[in-house]
């Protein structure tokens, strides 16, 4: 085993000083796949007609119980939590959540596929960049140095929003990354890889290179903190799994989570229900990752975003079709947290169109969301490299005083 | 056919009865074997610089090179390897009915299924999908098989699907892999499977304010048929949408059977991409909407470009879809007519070793190169799950992408399966790597073993400079006297960049 370490050492790439100065920032990106109806997580109970246009699958306004778990849990006059969200309360009474309204992108087709594409890869509709936003992202933030570990997405498969990084690596959780043969079986892989010029030259080289560094990781059985108490699914073992890297500090600087199941065109549900178990799992998760990096929140943030809302009004499978705009969550200390970013949403413009994908109208674009983020809290400022030929119009999404 | 089963009948009882009790699957394994399901004695292998094209027309019309295929292959002509296997119903596939067939929960309507676990119904398809795709001999139909599941994409964990799919497997992809694309999309339409993934069957119109459920509408159109860039309106989805409205499926009595309600049909005039269909047209809306997206030029064109994409290459050139458009045109959308344009062309000719295997495809191509035998049970389709492509459990309607871009991060996976199976470290797997070794290295034995001999067998071509200076200084470093050192260099090249081609 020595002579293996020994080895291992000697093909790593870069010194550790690399390592240890990089990823002072980790954004953490959750993908809500299928469309969100996220008006019945962060419930309009204020309006009237949120409730007349879903007569079966709206959320009951709060009460004077502040503990039921059968009606929203109350954020200040207008909106309301999903009671499957109340773990996340304390973060946005903490000012450490915000909400950002009527978030989306000029996509109009109301396809899964092309809305999260082009989200993903942060582009306008019909206007192909080429990567995704967090590759961009990677590759033009100044003065780092890359490492296999810097861009990590929890799946089988790597994610749109990571395409064109310099390196991406996806994985389920990090006692898989090794090779088991001995060491010449290693170098003779090395060989093989490095000699390629052609597709496999690059993800062959940075995978020998994060086996590497996980081996340095391994070994040390992961220990999380104050109790976090993460989901037993793929979706809160992905959570740990960047928690932990985020503590090792391996130069982690983005991550994509996904969630699932959010396409509610059948039986969507109230505070149970199909939905609802998908609030559950999201709540827990995030409350859970939060409490476990109490210690690193200077240094961690996270996005929640979707394709596309879903309409206001329900249909007829006691469901929602595909919609347009949606609420966008940001968790982070430097984010201006503790309420609602945006006007209230305009619940009216859906009796006048019943074709195609209506839904909330979009005050933001979503591309605003994340140009905050990234200028203001993670520090890129080539907002032109990333989403090139988008102008960004101001959120008020972070602090500049924290 | 009757001979044949008549032999191996006989054949099995001979080997049953000279064999204490093993189980089952020990006894298929000896029959399979001693009917030519292994590695024969010698093997003959290209070695040329280039990828030879018949080792290329196997690639792209298989799940990977049996040992001896190429032979087979060699012998005749390109033509007639087509040919047959345009004809899957010729070709006697005994030897992998004898592994696949006893699934019983394959054979049964969507009723029956739901006297079975999902544990049960999901180790069965996946198996069975799994053991076809590595011994059936109809392997461009088993290609077929894939590529649809794929394009009608359905995962067995949303809903019912799971007791639903295997009738689905069986009445719209298999019955349909290599006939008419109207006839797949047809049946596909009111698949109870689709019913369900998509919601079709909570499609309705019971009174004068029920919208309806756009969702298969929109991925019949988007996904399908015509293509996202397709060329139809958001009012084209609604209006298939209320075409479909009214199919429904049993809760009680005869569970999971399809019937149409005509209480729940809209029933008024639909106009679908330019084409009125007159009110009262009822169940049969169903037949004019697939008409009218089957016939559409976007379709046409949507088809022929994601099978060349399939058999070509990631971005096939222009000339060659239109070639293959014409023909869906000109033969109503016939699947082999298709195939053969693409497999005679230039364009397919010209691109050896273009394509990145898929996760699927780079186990069963290992396991094909390694003549396994193995039950696909539960260690092998674990490898499958870790590299996110286990049959069926694709999340979205899109199916698996036919990319290389998204499956780049498997690499590790796919290194660790390769020094696993050569090494017989694959639970439930068997390989017999000397074996393999002494039919290819032929006369000089397993001793003499090198890199240079061994490479061609798995990739279709000599080893280029590097990647024999690679495998030869493994060699030199650990010497390859002993069996597990022989065994990882088989690994070695099972992991090696060109394996992961095609």
């Known amino acids: ?402 | 056919m009757n001979s044949a089963r008549r032999r191996w009948l006989k054949a099995a009882a001979a080997v049953g009865a000279s064999l204490p009790f093993s189980g089952c699957e020990r006894l298929i394994s000896r029959t399979a074997k001693e009917f030519g399901q292994t590695i024969p004695d010698h093997i003959a292998v290209a070695d040329g610089a280039e990828i030879s094209p018949a080792f290329h027309l196997l690639s792209r019309t298989s799940y990977g090179i049996w040992p001896g295929d190429l032979d087979r292959v060699k012998k005749g002509s390109h033509e007639a390897w087509i040919e047959a296997q345009l004809a899957p119903e010729k070709i006697d596939d005994t030897l992998c009915e004898l592994r696949a067939r006893r699934f019983e929960t394959l054979h049964h309507d969507p009723g029956t299924c739901y006297e079975y676990k999902k544990p049960v119904l999901r180790e069965e398809i996946t198996r069975h999908t799994l053991l076809r795709a590595v011994y059936s001999q109809r392997q461009l139909f088993e290609v077929m098989v894939g590529f649809w599941t794929d394009h009608l994409n359905i995962n067995l964990e949303k809903g019912d699907c799971i007791y639903l799919k295997p009738a689905d497997d069986r009445t719209v992809i298999r019955a349909h892999a290599l006939g008419k694309f109207q006839d797949l999309i047809r049946a596909s339409a009111t698949s109870p499977a689709m019913l369900v993934y998509l919601d079709g069957k909570e499609n309705k119109k019971a009174n004068s304010n029920d919208i309806p459920n756009e969702n298969y509408a929109r991925e019949l159109l988007e996904l399908h048929t015509l293509g996202i860039h397709g060329g139809y309106t958001q009012q084209d989805v609604y209006e298939v949408a209320r075409c479909l409205t009214g199919w429904r499926l049993r809760t009680k009595w005869r569970k999971g059977t399809v019937y149409f309600d005509p209480a729940l049909h809209d029933d008024g005039e639909k106009t679908v991409l330019g084409t009125r269909i007159q009110s009262g047209g009822g169940e049969k809306d169903v037949d004019r909407v697939v008409e009218i997206v089957c016939h559409h030029p976007s379709t046409a064109r949507f088809i022929a470009t994601k099978l060349a994409q399939k058999f070509v290459i990631e971005n096939p050139p222009a000339s060659l879809v239109d070639r293959v458009a014409k023909v869906f045109t000109a033969t109503g959308g016939d699947i082999k007519a298709m195939l053969r344009e693409i497999l005679h062309s230039d364009e397919f000719k010209a691109a050896r070793g273009a394509k990145f295997k898929r996760p699927f495809h780079f186990i069963a191509s290992a396991l094909r190169a390694m003549g396994a035998d193995t039950h696909a049970h539960k260690p092998l389709i674990e490898y499958l799950l870790r590299m996110g492509q286990a049959p069926f459990e694709h999340p979205t309607p899109d199916g698996y992408p036919d990319e290389a871009a998204p499956w780049l991060g498997t690499l590790l996976w796919r290194w660790n399966f390769a020094l696993a199976l050569a090494a017989n470290e694959v639970p439930s797997v068997a390989v017999e790597p000397l074996k393999l070794i002494e039919a290819i290295d032929g006369n000089s034995g397993p001793e003499a073993i090198s890199p240079a001999k061994l490479l061609p067998h798995f990739i279709g071509r000599a080893g280029a400079e590097t990647e024999l200076k690679s495998l030869n200084e493994f060699a030199a470093s650990v010497g390859l006297a002993a069996n597990e050192r022989k065994a990882e260099m088989v690994g070695l090249i099972l992991a090696s960049p060109a394996f992961q081609r095609y």
């Open chain 1, 1 to 402: 085993m020595t002579s293996r370490r020994g080895f291992l050492r000697q093909m790593m790439i870069g010194d550790e000083s690399v390592v240890d100065a990089a990823g002072d920032q980790t954004l953490i990106c959750i993908f809500l796949r299928g469309g969100a109806d996220t008006l019945n997580l962060i419930v309009p109970y204020g309006d009237d007609l949120y409730y007349k246009l879903r007569p079966t699958i709206s959320i009951a306004p709060p009460t004077a119980n502040e503990s039921a778990t059968d009606v929203a849990v109350k954020l200040d006059d207008f909106y309301a939590f999903h009671p499957k969200l109340r773990p996340l309360l304390p973060l946005f009474k903490e000012g450490r959540l915000a909400i950002v309204q009527s978030v989306g992108s000029d996509n109009t087709s109301g396809s899964h596929f092309e809305a999260q594409d082009q989200m993903e890869h942060g582009e306008s509709q019909n206007h192909v960049i080429g990567g995704g936003w967090l590759g961009r992202h990677l590759r033009s933030r100044a003065g780092r140095e890359m490492t296999p570990l810097s861009a990590i997405a929890i799946s089988p498969t790597i994610p749109e929003s990571l395409r064109g990084a310099p390196s991406a690596s996806a994985l389920k959780s990090l006692d898989e990354v090794q090779i088991k043969n001995p060491r010449a079986v290693s170098q003779a892989l090395t060989a093989m890889y490095g000699a390629e010029v052609g597709l496999l030259s690059q993800p062959g080289r940075a995978t020998l290179d994060l086996l590497n560094r996980v081996e340095r990781l391994r070994g040390k059985p992961y220990q999380v903190e104050n109790n976090a108490a993460y989901p037993e699914d793929d979706f809160g073992s992905g959570l740990r799994e960047i928690a932990r890297l985020v503590k090792a500090r391996v130069g982690l600087e983005a991550a994509s989570v996904d969630l699932g199941g959010w396409d509610t065109h059948f039986f969507q549900g109230t505070t149970g229900g199909l939905q609802a178990e998908q609030i559950d799992l999201l709540g827990r998760g995030l409350a859970a990752f939060d409490a476990d990096l109490s210690r690193e929140r200077e240094r961690v943030t996270v996005v929640v975003m979707t394709e596309f809302g879903r309409r206001i009004y329900e249909n007829s499978s006691l469901g929602t079709d595909h919609g347009r705009g949606f609420a966008m969550i940001a968790i982070g200390s430097r984010i201006n947290g503790g309420k609602v970013h945006g006007d209230k949403p305009d619940l009216k413009t859906e009796d006048e169109t019943l074709l195609g994908p209506s839904g909330l109208p979009i005050i933001f674009d979503y591309r605003s969301v994340l140009a905050e983020v990234l200028s203001g809290v993670i520090g890129n400022h080539n907002l032109h490299r990333i989403f090139p030929g988008f102008q960004s119009q101001p959120v008020g999404l972070v602090s500049s005083s924290k």
